[in-house]
């Protein structure tokens, strides 16, 4: 008997699964070698992340980090599928005064620490997180140093 392979699918299936399975909801903005870059609506990132695990068996949160953009923040997310070596980049927009969006931590048990960073560093909120708090800095700080509004004391 032979042994039989599952391919996972390519960067392009990736996509047309994605555009199909979230109309309106994600963009597929470019394709690379072995990546897929797409931005997703807040609200429906978990369930994009859901589908992405289950559907299309990306095993890892690499890497989930904010990014201040000034007027908002931005959440990316790097998910990675070890089989066939293709990572999605998912970014989504949290406007300057509402810097909630839906935790991933159960989705991807790694991603519990990337968010915590980005809640400490950049104070985006991950709702239904389990731990949401600081990991190296003093619970006592009202400030999040990697802000672009962050200035040093003594700094003008």
Not at 26 to 43: G, K, M, N, P, S
Not at 90 to 116: K, Q
């Amino acid at each position: 008997m032979a042994d039989e392979v599952y391919q996972k699918p390519s960067v392009q299936e990736i996509s047309e699964l994605l555009r199909r399975k979230f109309p309106g909801k994600v963009d597929v903005t470019r394709t690379e070698e072995r990546r897929v870059y797409a931005r997703v609506d807040r609200d429906s990132v978990y369930d994009v992340c859901m589908y992405i695990r289950d559907n299309l068996t990306f095993e890892h949160a690499t890497s989930i980090m904010g990014n201040d953009m000034i007027d908002r923040m931005e959440v990316i997310y790097h998910l990675s599928n070890y089989f066939n070596g293709v990572m999605i980049e998912l970014t989504t927009e949290l406007p300057a005064d509402d810097l909630h969006v839906r935790s991933v931590a159960e989705i991807w048990v790694g991603g519990n620490w990337h968010e915590r960073e980005a809640y400490e560093l950049f104070g985006i909120i991950f709702d239904g997180h389990p731990k949401l708090q600081r990991l190296l800095t003093p619970d006592t700080y009202e400030f999040y140093p990697f802000r672009k509004s962050y200035k040093l004391r003594g700094q003008e």
